[in-house]
C-alpha cells in the first residue's frame, strides 16, 4: 500500500468517525422541551438520580444515555425508574414530556396528587405508578388513547373509580386499581373497554354486585375483586366471561349457590371463593371441571359429600375446602387427582381413615386435616409414609385418646413440618421422628406425652420451631439442646424456606394479604406445662438466633444462669411457676429485644435490674417472689449502718477540733512569719518555696482529716 493510499483510507477512517460520533450525539441529545421536563421533574424530588446530568455525573444535553431513559429521534419515549427509591412530590413537568409511551415509576416514595396532565398525554401506552403514595380521585377526565396498561396499586387513592378511560382508548388491557381506598359500587363503565384482559381491583372498600356490562368482555382472563366488601348472588352470567382464566372473589360477602355454568369457562385455570357465604352443594360443572389447577372454596357454608370426579379433572394440584360443612367420608376418588400437591379438608366432618389409596399422590406436599374427626393414627401416618414428597402434614385435633405410633419403620425423609397438636395422644416422643433431618417445624403440644425430651433434637440440623408444651414430659432440659444449629445461626437457604399455607390472613397496614410461610414463625423452645426439673442449662446462651424461650409450669430448679444473655435475639424469656432461686443476672440488661419476661410465682431474691426495657415489664412479671425488691415489688430498704460507739464517737469529735484547731492555728504563724520575712528582698523567693510547699503538705493532711470529720457528721445526721 502506497502513501496516498495509505493517506486515502485515513481520510476515509476520519469521516467514518465523525458520522459514527454525529449519530450518536443525534441519539443521545434529547429535544429541549424534554430536557426542561426531566429537569423539572429532577427538581420536584428530595434527592438526584444517579446518572443523570443534573447530578453533575454526565453531561445534561445527552439525557437519552441516562439511566432508565430511551428515546426515538432525540423525544424522550421511555422513562423507567421503578424501584431507584426516589422520593418527593410529582409535579406537572412530566407530563411535559409529550411523545412519552412508557413511564414507570413504582415502588419509590413519591407522594401527593398526580398531575392532571399526566392522564392526559396522548401517546402513553404503558403508566405504572404503583407502590407510591399518591392520593386524591381519580377522574373521569382520562384521555390516554394509546395507553394498554395502568397501574395505579398500592397508593392512597380514595373516592369511586372513574371509567373515563374505557371511553378514550381502544387499547387497554391491563387496569390495576389494587391497595387503594375506592368506595362505592363496582363503577358501571368498564364493559367499554372492549380489549380489557386484566382487572385488578383487590383490597378496597368498594360494594355491592357485579353490573351487567362487566359480564360483555368477552377477552378479560383475569378478574381479581378479593378484600372488598361486595354481596349478594353470584350472577349466572359470569359464565359467558370465556376467555376467564383466574377468577378471585375471595374475602367478600357474595351468598347463595355456586352459579353451576362453570362448564363454560373452558380456560379457568384459578377459581378462588375463600371467605364468603355461598352454601349449597359443589356445582357438577365445576367437579368435572378438567381446565382447574388451583380450587379455593375455604370458609364457606358448602355442605354434602366431596364428590370431585378427578377422572375429568386432570390439571388439579391445589385443592382448599377448609372451614365448610361437608361430610364424610373421606374422599377416596382424590387419588386419582395424580397431580394434586396441596390438600386442606380442615375442620369438615369426615369422620373416617384416611384411605389406602393415598399412597399414589407421589406430588403430593402438603396435607391439612385439622379437627376433621379422623381416626386411627397408625393407619393415617403408616398411609402418609408412602407419599414421598410430603412436606408439611397438620392433623391437629383429631385421634382423640390414641397412642402415638411407636413404629421404627415409620419414615418421612422429606417432612419440614409437622403438627399433630390437641390429639390428647399417649405414648413417648417417637424416636422416628430422629429421621426426619429437614424438620424445620415440630408441634406436638397439648397432648398427654410423656417420658423426657429426647437428646436427639440437638442434632437436628434445620429444626428452629419445637413446641412440645402442655404434655406430661419430666426429667431435665437436655444439654444437647445448646447444639441446635438453626438456632445458633438459623442458616436455611431460601431452597429450603418451605410454604406452609396453613394461615391466610389480611395485613392491614399494608391493605393486602399476607401469605404465612414456615420461616415466617418466631424461632421458639416452648417446654410449658410439663413436669420437667433440674436446672437450666447454661449452654441455652448459645442460642443467638431464639427468640421465645418458654419454660414456665415446671418444676425447675436451681438459679437462673447469666449465660443467657447470650441469647441476642430473644423476645420474651418464661419462667413463671417453678422452683428457681438466686438473683435475676444483671447480665439479661443486653437482652435488648426483651419484650416480655415473667418469673413470677419462684423463689427468687435480691434486686430486680433497672433501667431500658425493664420499666416496661409489669409488676405482676415478679409476683409471688417475696425476697424480690425493687421499683416493681417491694422497695429495697436502705442497708443498716452500725452506730458509733461513746468511745469513738468522743475520739471523732476531739479528732475533728484539732484539725480545725491547728489548721487555724497554722496559718496565722505562717502569716506573721512571712509578713516579717517580706521586707528582706533576700529571703522572699524562699519565702514563697516555703509556701508551696507548706501548701501542698497542709492539703494532703487536711483532705484526710476533713473526710473523716464528714463520715463522723453523716453518722451523726443519721
Known amino acids: 500500500m502506497g502513501v496516498g493510499d495509505l493517506f486515502i483510507l485515513l481520510i476515509f477512517w476520519g469521516f467514518c468517525l465523525q458520522a459514527h460520533v454525529a449519530i450518536s450525539q443525534k441519539n443521545d441529545t434529547c429535544n429541549s422541551n424534554d430536557l426542561r421536563a426531566l429537569e423539572g421533574f429532577m427538581g420536584s424530588l428530595d434527592s438526584g438520580i444517579e446518572g443523570w446530568g443534573f447530578d453533575n455525573t454526565s453531561s445534561s444535553s445527552l439525557c437519552c444515555s441516562w439511566v432508565g431513559i430511551a428515546c426515538e429521534s432525540s423525544r424522550v419515549v421511555e422513562l423507567n425508574l421503578g424501584k431507584k427509591r426516589l422520593n418527593g412530590v410529582l409535579n406537572e413537568s412530566i407530563a411535559d414530556l409529550d411523545q412519552l409511551r412508557f413511564l414507570n415509576l413504582s415502588q419509590n416514595s413519591l407522594i401527593g396528587q398526580v398531575p392532571m396532565k399526566l392522564f392526559q398525554m396522548k401517546k402513553l401506552e404503558t403508566l405504572d405508578l404503583s407502590y407510591n403514595d399518591f392520593l386524591g380521585v381519580m377522574t373521569q377526565e382520562i384521555d390516554l388513547p394509546s395507553i394498554g396498561f395502568l397501574d395505579l396499586s398500592e397508593n392512597s387513592f380514595a373516592g369511586t373509580i372513574g371509567t373515563g378511560i374505557c371511553l378514550n382508548s381502544s387499547r387497554i388491557q391491563v387496569l390495576n386499581f389494587s391497595m387503594n381506598y375506592f368506595t362505592g359500587t363496582f363503577p358501571v363503565g368498564f364493559g367499554n373497554c372492549t380489549t380489557l384482559k386484566h382487572l385488578v381491583l383487590h383490597s378496597n372498600s368498594l360494594s355491592g354486585n357485579f ?40 374475602f367478600n360477602g357474595f351468598n347463595g349457590a355456586l352459579p353451576n355454568v362453570m362448564g363454560n369457562l373452558q380456560k379457568l385455570e384459578f377459581l378462588s371463593t375463600d371467605s364468603n357465604q355461598f352454601n349449597g352443594t359443589l356445582p357438577t360443572s365445576l367437579s368435572n371441571s378438567p381446565s382447574i389447577k388451583v380450587l379455593n372454596l375455604r370458609n364457606n357454608s358448602l355442605s354434602g359429600p366431596i364428590n370431585l370426579n378427578c377422572t375429568s379433572m386432570v390439571l388439579l394440584n391445589t385443592l382448599n375446602l377448609g372451614s365448610n360443612q361437608f361430610h364424610g367420608p373421606f374422599p377416596d376418588s382424590l387419588s386419582s387427582c395424580q397431580k394434586l400437591r396441596s390438600i386442606n379438608l380442615a375442620r369438615n366432618n369426615l369422620n373416617s381413615q384416611i384411605p389406602e389409596s393415598f399412597k399414589n399422590l407421589q406430588y403430593f406436599s402438603y396435607l391439612s386435616l385439622t379437627n376433621t374427626s379422623l381416626h386411627n393414627i397408625s393407619s393415617a401416618l403408616g398411609v402418609l409414609q408412602h407419599c414421598r414428597s410430603l412436606s408439611i402434614v397438620v392433623l391437629t385435633g383429631n385421634f382423640y385418646d390414641e397412642e402415638m405410633p411407636s413404629d421404627a419403620k415409620l419414615k418421612f425423609e422429606n417432612l419440614t413440618a409437622l403438627v399433630i397438636a390437641n390429639c390428647r395422644l399417649t405414648g413417648l416422643i417417637p424416636q422416628w421422628l430422629s429421621g426426619s433431618t429437614k424438620l424445620q417445624l415440630l408441634d406436638l403440644s397439648w397432648n398427654h406425652l410423656s417420658g423426657t425430651i429426647p437428646d436427639w433434637f440437638g442434632g437436628m440440623k434445620f429444626l428452629f420451631y419445637l413446641d412440645i408444651s402442655n404434655n406430661s414430659l419430666s426429667g431435665e432440659i437436655p444439654k444437647s439442646l445448646s447444639k441446635m444449629e438453626s438456632l445458633i445461626s438459623r442458616n436455611i437457604s431460601f431452597d429450603e424456606a418451605t410454604e406452609f399455607p396453613f394461615f391466610i390472613k389480611r395485613n392491614q397496614s399494608a391493605r393486602g394479604m399476607q401469605y404465612n410461610q414456615i420461616l415466617s414463625f418466631p424461632p421458639s423452645l416452648d417446654f410449658s406445662d410439663n413436669m420437667l426439673t433440674g436446672q437450666i442449662p447454661p449452654d441455652l446462651g448459645d442460642l443467638k438466633q431464639l427468640h421465645r424461650l418458654d419454660l414456665k409450669q415446671n418444676s425447675i430448679s436451681g438459679s437462673i444462669p447469666s449465660e443467657l444473655s447470650g441469647m441476642k435475639s430473644l423476645e420474651i424469656l418464661e419462667l413463671s411457676r417453678n422452683n428457681l432461686s438466686g438473683v435475676i443476672p444483671p447480665s439479661l440488661n443486653n437482652l435488648s429485644f426483651l419484650s416480655k419476661f415473667d418469673v413470677s410465682y419462684n423463689n427468687l431474691s435480691g434486686k430486680i435490674p433497672q433501667g431500658g426495657q425493664w420499666s416496661t415489664f409489669p409488676n405482676t412479671s415478679f409476683e409471688g417472689n417475696k425476697d424480690l425488691c425493687g421499683d416493681y415489688s417491694n422497695p429495697c430498704s436502705r442497708p443498716e449502718r452500725i452506730p458509733l460507739s461513746p468511745t469513738k464517737t468522743r475520739k471523732n469529735t476531739i479528732e475533728v477540733g ?32 516555703f509556701i508551696e510547699k507548706m501548701h501542698r503538705g497542709i492539703s494532703m493532711f487536711l483532705k484526710v482529716k476533713m473526710a473523716k470529720a464528714k463520715e463522723y457528721f453523716r453518722d451523726k445526721a443519721r
Request: charged residues 15%; glycine residues 8%; hydrophobic residues 50%.
Open 211 to 250: 353490573p351487567d356490562d362487566l359480564f360483555s368482555l368477552r377477552n378479560l382472563n383475569r378478574l381479581d375483586v378479593q378484600f372488598n366488601q361486595f354481596s349478594g348472588l353470584l350472577s349466572d352470567r359470569i359464565g359467558n366471561l370465556s376467555n376467564l382464566v383466574e377468577l378471585d372473589i375471595s
Open 658 to 689: 484539732m484539725v480545725l484547731s491547728i489548721g487555724a492555728g497554722f496559718a496565722v504563724g505562717i502569716f506573721v512569719f512571712g509578713y516579717t520575712l517580706l521586707f528582706k528582698e533576700s529571703w522572699r523567693y524562699a519565702y514563697f518555696v
